[in-house]
């Protein structure tokens, strides 16, 4: 299980058997199901061809989910958890009352306050990382809510505590950077990744653009499929062996002064964004809207740009851990201070105003 996900659960009220008090039909929706419904059942068997011993049985379970006993299924639960991978965090979450059970009789809003504060102290000293304990404390949030409880978690007390967290546990950053090699590498995955030949062209800009302009995601791709971000079709210009970029606005540059980069052309290699911008067509439109588009007109998104990047990953035979969308800025400063630029080169590529740069040069992970 790669991506799970909570489903929905409700009841149907079966007013035919009792229509003052009806008994609830269960429903699990939301989840993958091998057969969808009767129509699809039906389209399976069409055609099947049965003998005569053979005998079609059905089975059903009366009253399955609310004739669990809630402690047994708290415990059933708690052990599935526990012997899992892939839920730690989630395991945490769901222990809580066994958590607040060894602190005593938590009853109350100050118990459960004192029994949060208890929490964080363990965490800190557990060495969470600052983003389990965030993902603790709003699961916690939606649960006290849930419950009918008051929401300790946004008390002052535990605000301050959060925020001496965040200032006491700076985290290194150890995302590796997306090498020259690897690009190219990921340029040619992406014939067996994508459905289409304008999916490889557009996602060969995208990947070539957030490399060699060095660019953050923001600055580069939409937030989402619909809502319009990055850059836009008026602000990229293709001009010979040369490709302007003018970057409107960025994390550095917060009053939109806006800022020009120019990338030049990478002969034979088949990543160069001149090639790559060559290729690619962007589709018919108002200059205003995104530059990176798919066939169909909507945008192409944070989510999609690293989630193609990660399978374009597993297609070379890389592990996708260590690298998010920033590894692409993050090689930039690495191959650029790796092939001999100076300190004021490599803070002009990714136009750092501070020396912030030399912790983006890492060629110990290349």
């Given at each position: 299980m790669t991506n799970p996900r909570i489903a929905t659960f409700y009841l149907i009220p079966k007013i035919h058997k009792d229509i003052t008090d009806p008994p609830g039909r269960s429903i699990v929706a939301e989840l993958p199901s091998h057969i969808k419904d009767t129509t699809a059942a039906l389209n399976r068997l069409e055609g099947l061809t049965l003998d005569d011993n053979y005998l079609i049985v059905t089975a059903d379970v009366e009253s399955l989910y609310t004739s669990i006993q809630h402690s047994d299924g708290f415990m059933t639960v708690s052990q599935a958890l526990r012997s899992s991978n892939l839920a730690k965090d989630l395991c945490k979450v769901l222990l809580w009352e066994e958590w607040v059970r060894e602190l005593g009789n938590i009853s109350t809003d100050q118990d459960r306050l004192v029994a949060l504060l208890y929490w964080l102290g363990d965490a800190w000293e557990a060495g969470f990382s600052l983003?389990?304990?965030?993902?603790?404390?709003?699961?916690?949030?939606?649960?006290?809510?849930?419950?009918?409880?008051?929401?300790?978690?946004?008390?002052?007390?535990?605000?301050?505590?959060?925020?001496?967290?965040?200032?006491?546990?700076?985290?290194?950053?150890?995302?590796?950077?997306?090498?020259?090699?690897?690009?190219?590498?990921?340029?040619?995955?992406l014939v067996s990744v994508c459905r289409s030949s304008s999916e490889v062209e557009l996602f060969q800009l995208a990947f070539s653009l957030a490399f060699f302009g060095a660019l953050r995601?923001?600055?580069?791709?939409?937030?989402?499929?619909?809502?319009?971000?990055?850059?836009?079709?008026?602000?990229?210009g293709l001009y010979g062996d040369r490709l302007e970029v003018w970057l409107r606005r960025s994390k550095t540059d917060q009053m939109g002064k806006g800022k020009s980069i120019v990338?030049?052309?990478?002969?034979?290699?088949?990543?160069?964004?001149?090639?790559?911008?060559?290729?690619?067509?962007?589709?018919?439109?108002?200059?205003?809207?995104?530059?990176l588009r798919h066939e169909d007109g909507s945008f192409l998104s944070r989510y999609?740009?690293?989630?193609?990047?990660?399978?374009?990953?597993?297609?070379v035979g890389v592990a996708a851990g260590p690298y998010s969308s920033h590894s692409f800025r993050i090689g930039a400063a690495t191959e650029?201070?790796?092939?001999?630029?100076?300190?004021?080169?490599?803070?002009?590529?990714?136009r750092w105003e501070s020396n912030r740069f030399r912790s983006y040069v890492r060629p110990h992970l290349l």
């Amino acid at each position: 299980m790669t991506n799970p996900r909570i489903a929905t659960f409700y009841l149907i009220p079966k007013i035919h058997k009792d229509i003052t008090d009806p008994p609830g039909r269960s429903i699990v929706a939301e989840l993958p199901s091998h057969i969808k419904d009767t129509t699809a059942a039906l389209n399976r068997l069409e055609g099947l061809t049965l003998d005569d011993n053979y005998l079609i049985v059905t089975a059903d379970v009366e009253s399955l989910y609310t004739s669990i006993q809630h402690s047994d299924g708290f415990m059933t639960v708690s052990q599935a958890l526990r012997s899992s991978n892939l839920a730690k965090d989630l395991c945490k979450v769901l222990l809580w009352e066994e958590w607040v059970r060894e602190l005593g009789n938590i009853s109350t809003d100050q118990d459960r306050l004192v029994a949060l504060l208890y929490w964080l102290g363990d965490a800190w000293e557990a060495g969470f990382s600052l983003a389990k304990v965030n993902r603790f404390v709003s699961a916690l949030a939606f649960g006290f809510k849930l419950r009918g409880f008051r929401d300790v978690s946004k008390e002052f007390l535990v605000g301050q505590a959060l925020k001496g967290l965040r200032r006491g546990r700076v985290e290194a950053d150890c995302r590796w950077p997306v090498s020259f090699a690897l690009l190219v590498s990921l340029g040619v995955s992406l014939v067996s990744v994508c459905r289409s030949s304008s999916e490889v062209e557009l996602f060969q800009l995208a990947f070539s653009l957030a490399f060699f302009g060095a660019l953050r995601i923001g600055e580069l791709v939409s937030p989402s499929t619909k809502q319009a971000g990055g850059l836009k079709l008026e602000e990229v210009g293709l001009y010979g062996d040369r490709l302007e970029v003018w970057l409107r606005r960025s994390k550095t540059d917060q009053m939109g002064k806006g800022k020009s980069i120019v990338l030049f052309s990478h002969p034979g290699s088949a990543m160069c964004p001149v090639a790559c911008m060559r290729a690619f067509k962007p589709h018919v439109g108002s200059p205003e809207l995104p530059l990176l588009r798919h066939e169909d007109g909507s945008f192409l998104s944070r989510y999609q740009f690293g989630a193609v990047f990660k399978k374009c990953l597993a297609a070379v035979g890389v592990a996708a851990g260590p690298y998010s969308s920033h590894s692409f800025r993050i090689g930039a400063a690495t191959e650029a201070g790796r092939w001999g630029l100076d300190d004021e080169g490599v803070r002009r590529i990714g136009r750092w105003e501070s020396n912030r740069f030399r912790s983006y040069v890492r060629p110990h992970l290349l």
